[in-house]
């Protein structure tokens, strides 16, 4: 698909600002009394830093000049006590938006993981694993700052500001508007630096999503990178991967780092600007100097908050691209999920029907067409043919991982569109020729099935399909790790497992999608007991070009070009002398010749 790409940047919608803020602001609900306790330390401690220069004012100008050594020492205890409180409030304050915060990502986190797991196959054929995990691990760490300074920055912030403003105003109305005359002409700037930054910024989350999806496949298919001794040139790849990495975040920071320049020049600028016209005022007899002095400490507190939504400000526009990454995923929905008045199917008998069933995995190629069958409640049915055929994605359509795009699918008599996924598919057992296994041990490989079997249960499960002899003969039998993908058991013995796994489950139909394709031929023998013992009283649907594995199946159903061209046993099949007789006698010649 044109998205599944290492290299290719992802397409991801741009959302507005307003829009992206109320879908983050939302997970702040939950929070919503310790938040408020939040801005209530903030406040009282914003308080104490606005008392401070009032206090200072008064022991210059009252104190000081009439030399009332008393009154400073009651001033110096007021200051250091009034200190002390904010220093403790801040402490709790920190800890709380800590806690917040943290929270907050857990659950970002959480939704968006959950809501991964029900989209459907197409999300996944469409996107490298490693593009998926960097929008659920990075982009979610991305948003930590952004929640941290949104608590403690903006409304804090801003009652900051403007209660500094009114006390500026009130004691002195000259110097408060030449310490904001530069105001607007930031606002202008910073409004010019947003426009090109959220896009750099972009561009480096998909620079950093596409290394992601380039280690985790190299990494992934490493016996093939060293099999055909492509280390160097994986390397080389990775090297310019990186570099692209680097030089889209050092645009991207250059940009930012603008920012601070220009708040820092404003506030300077600003501060001359009111020394220059205090100078005058003092010179006049206006105001006197205590004034002066506490009115410049006022215009630090009047441009740190500045400073500090500025930071916000800042954190929104490097922020924004992540978030529009995970609102992009959480605002899918799948294709494939249940209807709104969608029933429980109950307990399958087995029955299976395709009517008309006609699919397509796009626009331009017609996979299946006009595909018709009924199967009996614990019948064998086999699909074979040509590789691209169809077969597999008869089995998929069954298993509701796709829908017909016309046509209906019935089990029991019921068009499975219209019955709850989980209920239809937790009866339902799919072996595939690629064998997945957990990084956990043997035993809960199998217990997989079902999550409440005993260890008995488990272990009657791998005799029944003779995988328990070679489990025992494991350094720690059913507790032996069988690391990820199953990489310490031959490809023979994950088969095995996966059975296993599948008799535990006890589905009412059971799917084998090429199972035994990786089966040497004396594990084969082993096997077919098992397979038999599994198949037993159960719809079954096997899809092989091992003919041998198929001979005793009730029917066997030839798929060519997306039609069924041919349905019998494998007596009548073979006596029809068609495409089965053809396929049969090619791979009986071919073994016979010792291939």
């Known amino acids: 698909m044109e998205n599944n790409s290492i290299k290719k940047d992802e397409e991801v919608i741009r959302r507005s600002k307003s829009e992206i803020t109320v879908k983050l602001f939302k997970y702040l609900k939950p929070y919503k009394l310790k938040s408020f306790i939040v801005i209530v330390l903030m406040i009282l401690v914003m308080i104490s830093g606005i008392v401070n220069p009032l206090l200072l004012e008064i022991a210059i100008d009252d104190y000081v000049v009439n030399k009332n050594v008393s009154g400073l020492f009651i001033i110096g205890g007021a200051l250091i006590g009034l200190n002390l409180l904010a220093w403790i409030l801040s402490k709790i304050r920190w800890t709380l938006i800590t806690s917040i915060t943290n929270n907050i990502l857990v659950n970002i986190r959480h939704e968006l993981y959950s809501h991964i797991q029900y989209l459907s196959f197409d999300f996944f054929d469409g996107r490298p694993v490693g593009k998926i995990l960097s929008r659920v691990v990075s982009d979610v760490n991305a948003l930590k700052n952004l929640f941290s300074q949104s608590i403690q920055s903006l409304i804090p912030q801003l009652l900051n500001l403007v209660c500094v403003a009114i006390i500026m105003f009130i004691m002195n109305f000259k110097l408060a508007l030449a310490s904001v005359t530069l105001l607007p002409l930031l606002g202008i700037a910073m409004f010019c630096i947003e426009i090109y930054s ?139 999920k249940n209807t709104e008045n969608a029933k429980k199917i109950g307990k399958i008998k087995g029955f299976v029907e395709f009517k008309d069933v006609d699919f397509s995995y796009d626009e331009n190629t017609k996979v299946l067409k006009n595909v018709n069958f009924k199967v009996n409640k614990g019948e064998k049915i086999a699909l074979v043919g040509a590789t691209g055929a169809g077969k597999s994605t008869i089995v998929s359509l069954l298993s509701r991982f796709y829908d017909p795009t016309s046509g209906e699918v019935l089990v029991d008599g019921k068009n499975i569109k219209n019955v709850e996924l989980e209920s239809l598919r937790s009866q339902m057992g799919i072996m595939l020729q690629d064998t997945f296994l957990f990084s956990e041990t043997i035993m809960e490989n199998i217990r997989y099935g079902r999550l409440d079997a005993t260890d008995e249960e488990v272990i009657n499960a791998a005799k029944a399909v003779n995988a328990h002899n070679f489990i025992m003969k494991l350094e720690d039998g059913y507790n032996t790790e069988v690391n990820e993908r199953g990489t310490r058991l031959s490809l023979g013995q994950r088969q095995l ?46 899809v092989a070009h091992r003919l041998s594995t198929i001979r005793d199946c009730d029917k066997i159903m030839v798929i060519n070009g997306g039609e069924i061209e041919e349905v019998g046993s494998h007596a009548e099949l073979l006596k029809n002398k068609g495409s089965y007789y053809d396929l049969y006698m090619a791979q009986y010649n071919f073994l016979s010749e010792g291939a």
Request: no cysteine; net charge neutral.
């Open 497 to 542: 497992v996966s059975f296993a796994r599948a008799l535990l489950a006890n589905p009412r139909i059971l799917i084998l999608d090429e199972a035994t394709s990786n089966i040497d031929t004396e594990t084969e023998k082993l096997v077919q007991e098992g397979i038999e013992k599994l198949l037993h009283g159960r719809t079954s649907f096997v």
């Open 198 to 336: 959220r896009r750099r910024w972009e561009v480096y989350r998909n620079k950093r999503s596409n290394l992601n999806g380039f280690t985790h496949e190299d990494f992934s298919g490493i016996k093939i990178v060293q099999g055909f001794a492509k280390e160097e040139g994986t390397e080389k790849s990775f090297k310019s991967m990186v570099k692209e990495l680097s030089d889209s975040f050092t645009k991207a920071v250059m940009l930012n780092d603008f920012f601070w320049p220009l708040v820092e020049l404003s506030w300077g600028a600003g501060t001359l600007v009111v020394f220059a016209v205090g100078y005058k005022l003092v010179m006049n007899g206006e105001i006197k100097i205590g004034t002066l002095i506490a009115f410049s400490m006022y215009v630090g507190m009047f441009w740190r908050p500045i400073m500090n939504l500025s930071s916000f400000y800042n954190t929104l526009i490097t922020n924004f691209s992540a978030a529009d990454r995970i609102f992009d995923i959480l605002d899918m929905k799948p294709i494939i």
